[in-house]
């Protein structure tokens, strides 16, 4: 395992360590971030150690996180891989709502467009469910607004983010879906049977942490075990979901350089079997 291992995505190769940029903007990912020039360099530092897979939305500010994407990266390297969402939006008083009529998507891919500099999305994840987790219900009528964007040249490849399996399996009628987000981690494996049905059909699966991005998993079990290994309890969990499945590509964002290096080695990360069946048992 190292961290330039690779994934296809829809037939774009990306390396499975790639870099989410929510903390890119200020806390409680709204306004401008506190260290402008550190942001800049944090994505500058990922771009120059092999990472060509950057996560990030437009609602992320809003604006201001793909904003500092394209000051520090444009023009784009040629293999760099942007995946973006859309379904959401932010109030003045920086809530998170449901953006998910076609006017909303719309607006939101041409958003995307313009703040990243591009003239097409690679890929594109709906965004449904809410703050708590994925919500039943019928996705057809937001993305067909998506296909239509698709067929129109505006996105090349959709994903899927915050969804059920239900949902999932929805989408896949109607549409070619490259990859799906959703909340999952060493102790919160309600997806397991699920990541196994997409790594058997070449499907991604992109893992992400609620609010605040990829934060450690507070366990005792853990960080005993990361210590023992002189490791990082992050990038033991890191690590894990690595090896869990192959066709899982990590995000983990950060706004420091130093901790984006410490969050890269991790795919060099090499866990025993032993390692791994004790990382089993932890639960919280």
Excluded at 89 to 102: E, K, N, Q, T
Excluded at 108 to 123: K, M, Q, S, Y
Excluded at 150 to 160: A, D, N
Excluded at 196 to 212: R, S
Aim: aromatic share 4%; charged share 15%; glycine share 10%.
């Amino acid at each position: 395992m190292t961290n330039q291992d690779s994934f296809s995505m829809g037939g774009l190769s990306v390396a499975r360590l790639g870099y989410g940029a929510m903390q890119l903007a200020g806390k409680g990912v709204f306004g401008p971030p506190k260290d402008h020039a550190a942001a800049l360099a944090v994505l500058r530092a990922a771009v120059a150690q092999g990472v060509n897979h950057i996560d990030t939305s437009d609602f992320y500010g809003p604006h201001v996180t793909n904003q500092i994407i394209r000051e520090a990266l444009h023009p784009y390297p040629k293999d760099l891989v942007i995946v973006t969402k859309l379904g959401a939006r932010r109030g003045d008083d920086a809530s998170w709502r449901p953006a998910l009529s076609a006017a909303e998507l719309t607006s939101g891919a041409h958003d995307n467009l313009r703040n990243l500099g591009l003239e097409v999305l690679d890929v594109v994840n709906l965004r449904v469910g809410g703050v708590h987790g994925p919500s039943e219900g019928s996705i057809e009528a937001p993305l067909t607004a998506l296909l239509e964007l698709q067929q129109k040249g505006v996105i090349r490849h959709i994903g899927l983010s915050n969804v059920s399996a239900a949902q999932i399996a929805e989408g896949r009628r109607l549409a070619e879906i490259v990859c799906v987000q959703n909340y999952y981690n060493l102790v919160h494996r309600e997806d397991d049977a699920l990541i196994d049905q997409l790594a058997a059909e070449g499907i991604a699966y992109v893992p992400f942490f609620p609010l605040g991005g990829f934060t450690p998993i507070q366990s005792g079990a853990l960080s005993a075990l990361a210590a023992r290994l002189g490791k990082t309890p992050m990038q033991i969990a890191l690590a894990w979901l690595l090896h869990r499945a192959p066709n899982i590509l990590l995000i983990p964002g950060t706004s420091s350089v130093a901790h984006l290096q410490e969050n890269l080695a991790a795919g060099d990360i090499e866990i025993s079997g032993d390692v791994l069946a004790e990382l089993d048992t932890i639960t919280g």
